[in-house]
């Protein structure tokens, strides 16, 4: 896991279609590291205290406002010494844009400043939900993610042991690849993983003997995710007829990623069993388990009323 992070004030500005305001400041020397933003009203205000200052600072209607209702030399007094505090960028939305003083003083401590027509909050709780992505724990593991009935499923096993084959057949059968041969993993929150592909190698599957193939140009847009949640682990293992595998599924198997605990079966494989419904198979199961019904534990419950009635 990589502990070191962030996002360019380029890649931010590029995701969210900011206006840069200061285009001669040198803006790879700042790094965005945290998903949080700071809307610095107590700050403009001479309060410092419990204030970090590696946050973005959104000036909305309300900052901005305070700012003109100071006079010019208490405004800029004011903006410096939230400049002083070396952030990594400054963003005012609602199409507010601070005077040419202002962005000198920007310019000056090498403050990148952007600016938004959107709304406060809606720069806020994008730029949070795209941070916590982009920054989140991230691992990078040996499988393939496909989207298949709404059910991210991830498929794992050894080298040459079919995950790819199955993910084309499940990309004919109508399902989507997120990505072959490695998954990114990234933890974006205490109970959600998010899986994607490098990308180098995003929408390409590896076929042994075929070579390389472009899913999204063989089959189209539709054949193919970006990204998505990780809901479900099939782990594909070779078929050994001395080993018990689970043939009603009562017990409950789990694979731990990131500290998070994600539901898994492990599939034999040998020849004549079609992964692909096999798969769609596990995923519908899961899902329905999701809601409520668990076919293990109703036959079960069968049984019992059985042994019941004919006692």
């Given at each position: 896991?990589?502990?070191?992070?962030?996002?360019?004030?380029?890649?931010?500005?590029?995701?969210?279609?900011?206006?840069?305001?200061?285009?001669?400041?040198?803006?790879?020397?700042?790094?965005?590291t945290?998903?949080?933003?700071?809307?610095?009203?107590?700050?403009?205000?001479?309060?410092?205290?419990?204030?970090?200052?590696?946050?973005?600072?959104?000036?909305g209607?309300?900052?901005?406002?305070?700012?003109?209702?100071?006079?010019?030399?208490?405004?800029?007094?004011?903006?410096?010494?939230?400049?002083?505090?070396?952030?990594?960028?400054?963003?005012?939305?609602?199409?507010?844009?601070?005077?040419?003083?202002?962005?000198?003083?920007?310019?000056?401590?090498?403050?990148?400043?952007?600016?938004?027509?959107k709304?406060?909050?809606?720069?806020?709780?994008?730029?949070?939900?795209?941070?916590?992505?982009?920054?989140?724990?991230?691992?990078s593991?040996?499988?393939?993610?496909?989207?298949v009935?709404?059910?991210?499923?991830?498929?794992?096993?050894?080298?040459?042991?079919?995950?790819?084959?199955?993910?084309?057949?499940?990309?004919?059968?109508?399902?989507?690849?997120?990505?072959?041969?490695?998954?990114?993993?990234?933890?974006?929150?205490?109970?959600?993983?998010?899986?994607?592909?490098?990308?180098?190698?995003?929408?390409?599957?590896?076929?042994?003997?075929?070579?390389?193939?472009?899913?999204?140009?063989?089959?189209?847009i539709?054949?193919?995710?970006?990204?998505?949640?990780?809901?479900?682990?099939?782990?594909?293992?070779?078929?050994?007829?001395?080993?018990?595998?689970?043939?009603?599924g009562?017990?409950?198997?789990?694979?731990?990623?990131?500290?998070?605990?994600?539901?898994?079966?492990?599939?034999?494989?040998?020849?004549?069993?079609?992964?692909?419904?096999?798969?769609?198979?596990?995923?519908?199961?899961?899902?329905?388990?999701?809601?409520?019904?668990?076919?293990?534990?109703?036959?079960?419950?069968?049984?019992?009323?059985?042994?019941?009635?004919?006692?």
């Amino acid at each position: 896991m990589n502990d070191e992070r962030f996002v360019t004030i380029d890649e931010y500005v590029e995701e969210m279609g900011f206006k840069i305001l200061t285009p001669d400041v040198d803006r790879s020397t700042k790094k965005i590291t945290l998903s949080e933003i700071n809307r610095p009203a107590l700050q403009l205000a001479g309060y410092y205290s419990h204030y970090n200052h590696e946050r973005i600072q959104l000036i909305g209607n309300v900052e901005f406002d305070y700012l003109y209702s100071l006079s010019k030399e208490e405004r800029l007094a004011t903006f410096e010494r939230l400049m002083a505090t070396d952030i990594p960028c400054i963003v005012f939305t609602m199409s507010n844009m601070p005077d040419n003083d202002m962005l000198d003083i920007a310019i000056q401590y090498g403050c990148p400043v952007l600016s938004s027509d959107k709304s406060t909050s809606e720069v806020a709780a994008e730029t949070i939900r795209w941070m916590n992505e982009q920054l989140a724990p991230m691992i990078s593991i040996h499988g393939v993610l496909v989207d298949v009935f709404g059910e991210g499923i991830l498929i794992t096993g050894d080298s040459g042991i079919g995950k790819s084959e199955a993910a084309l057949e499940l990309i004919k059968r109508g399902h989507r690849l997120v990505s072959d041969d490695v998954v990114e993993i990234r933890k974006v929150s205490d109970v959600t993983l998010i899986g994607s592909a490098p990308e180098i190698t995003k929408h390409f599957i590896e076929l042994r003997g075929i070579g390389i193939v472009d899913v999204k140009t063989l089959f189209g847009i539709e054949a193919v995710e970006e990204h998505f949640k990780v809901g479900l682990v099939i782990k594909l293992a070779e078929w050994d007829k001395d080993k018990e595998y689970d043939r009603l599924g009562l017990e409950d198997e789990f694979t731990e990623y990131l500290g998070v605990r994600i539901p898994s079966h492990t599939i034999p494989v040998r020849p004549g069993r079609n992964l692909a419904i096999i798969v769609e198979t596990a995923a519908i199961n899961h899902r329905q388990r999701n809601m409520g019904y668990n076919a293990a534990h109703e036959l079960y419950r069968r049984v019992q009323e059985n042994l019941l009635k004919r006692k």
